[in-house]
């Protein structure tokens, strides 16, 4: 697989990122307030935004794949470890609870001019400080229950990839009807 331009490695995750970086500034993802509101279930924007940007990169990831342009066998899907998973959801939840960033929105922030940015994005370096010293202690704890080894989700569900992508835009339609806001009169 040939990265868009003839970009490929480092050079190509970074100007993905960097656009990533625009398209969260342009939605408001530098505001902690965006994430702390999706928490307190008063904001359904991020909801939105991520359910949308699943849908975009099934679409084309599995369009690409229909293409030739994307072999699967050569893409990495990591296995599930479920206790692992835990751990580092809650981890990762609580300090966006805290915080109100996620670590990309950290970044954005801190691109952005946002010092509260900087001091998440140093959170995160202590975190994964801490994460690293206790790993030999935890090890075979996170990796006590592995679940599905390698599986896209049409896969684990046993399902053609077109029924698995219209079933998340369902979602997603769903999801943009149910949290919309009402308009005022």
Do not use: H
């Amino acid at each position: 697989m040939i990265a868009p331009f003839g970009f490929n490695g480092p050079v190509s995750g970074l100007l993905c990122g960097i656009g990533f970086g625009f398209i969260l500034e342009g939605a408001g993802f530098a505001d902690p307030a965006l994430i702390t509101g999706q928490l307190r279930f008063t904001n359904w924007a991020v909801l939105r935004v991520m359910l949308t940007a699943i849908v975009t990169c099934a679409v084309l990831l599995y369009g690409g794949q229909a293409l030739g342009l994307i072999d699967f066998s050569r893409l990495f899907i990591p296995s599930v470890y479920f206790w692992g998973t835990l751990l580092g959801g809650a981890g990762v939840g609580i300090g966006m609870a805290l915080g109100g960033y996620c670590p990309g929105t950290s970044a954005v922030a801190l691109a952005s001019g946002r010092l509260d940015g900087l001091v998440f994005l140093l959170g995160i370096g202590a975190g994964t400080l801490g994460f690293n010293a206790a790993y030999p202690t935890i090890k075979s704890w996170v990796y006590a229950q592995t679940g599905p080894s390698g599986l896209t989700l049409p896969q684990w569900l046993g399902a053609p990839a077109w029924m698995v992508i219209l079933a998340l835009a369902a979602l997603l339609g769903l999801a943009g009807w149910l949290t919309a806001r009402p308009t005022p009169p």
